[in-house]
């Protein structure tokens, strides 16, 4: 590992850019002695030559102009990195987050300290289903969605960021409540209630059964999580929720959640836009945000 401060970096870029040590050290407000020593430090880093004296004149080496072009690099990026931090500290502008109906129960906590982080940022949360905000995300209608694993094809960039456990619901009174490890053949006798067709949890409930072969007998329809957990608690049938949109029910005990062999589901939140948008800041800050402080602040809520 090269030992280089930036300082030496930056000295460096001045003299091979005037290819004079007088004029580099006028440049940078400093003597010429320091400039020289700044260089003679750095080679001595480095351990070759940078710089050749010819004469009175003063020339790049071969390894000397190629260095050059990574300081150039480094002093670039680190000017980017200063804008960003001018840009987020004075950010401001419109976030548009979508989000699928299951991720809203998580999402708003996720909101609320983004917002306390940039105050200036206007958010604006559109809540709907898997289907729909596929359509909107085709139409370039948000900055960024977060949902299940989108469909492979679609020119999206998706990046997983939190993991969403889908368990099967039943109400406390069930002749299964306090049973372990129940065989999934078992669930035949059961009547389900689905989500709506469209909705994220149910193409992941109908694929894990295809999966394991079972056929489930499905009950009425339902276009809402709530709607599901109403029913099931008034023993309509059984339910196939995430986890994140039951915590309430199960810590006040209105639900129960069955221990059945290869439960729960296992599944992840992405983070999601169009391949190749352009992000603002904010956009940008948030997806940071998701992938580094979701999982601390909200976690994969357990059973
Ligand atoms: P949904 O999506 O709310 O449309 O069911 C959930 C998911 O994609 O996991």
Not at 43 to 59: A, Y
Not at 170 to 177: D, G, S, Y
């Amino acid at each position: 590992m090269l030992h280089l401060t930036l300082r030496q970096m930056k000295v460096f870029d001045a003299v091979a850019r005037h290819l004079s040590y007088s004029r580099a050290a006028e440049a940078l407000y400093l003597s010429q002695p320091a400039v020289s020593m700044q260089i003679k430090q750095l080679e001595e880093s480095v351990g070759m030559p940078l710089l050749e004296q010819l004469g009175k004149k003063i020339f790049l080496t071969e390894a000397g102009r190629e260095f050059h072009n990574h300081c150039r690099n480094i002093l670039q990026q680190l000017t980017d990195a200063e804008a960003m931090f001018a840009e987020f500290k004075g950010m401001s502008g419109r976030l548009v987050i979508c989000v699928v109906s299951t991720a809203s129960y998580f999402s708003p906590q996720l909101l609320a300290e983004f917002c306390r982080r940039y105050p200036k940022a206007q958010v604006s949360l559109n809540v709907t289903n898997r289907e729909i905000l596929l359509q909107q995300l085709a139409n370039n209608e948000m900055d960024m969605a977060i949902m299940g694993r989108p469909p492979e094809g679609l020119d999206l960039d998706a990046t997983a960021f939190l993991e969403n456990r889908l368990a099967i619901i039943a109400p406390p009174n069930h002749p299964l409540a306090g049973e372990h490890n129940i065989p999934m053949s078992r669930l035949a006798e059961e009547t389900f209630l689905v989500r709506e067709q469209g909705s994220g949890t149910r193409i992941a409930m109908e694929r894990f059964f295809a999966e394991k072969a079972i056929r489930l007998t499905t009950g009425t329809e339902m276009s809402t999580n709530e709607a599901i957990k109403q029913a099931v608690q008034a023993g309509m049938g059984l339910g196939i929720l995430s986890l994140h949109t039951v915590s309430l029910e199960l810590e006040a005990g209105r639900l129960i959640v069955l221990d059945v062999q290869n439960f729960p589901i296992l599944r992840n939140w992405y983070v999601v836009h169009r391949k190749g948008k352009r992000l603002t800041a904010v956009a940008q800050a948030f997806k940071e945000f998701l992938l580094g402080e979701a999982d601390g602040l909200v976690g994969s809520a357990a059973a």
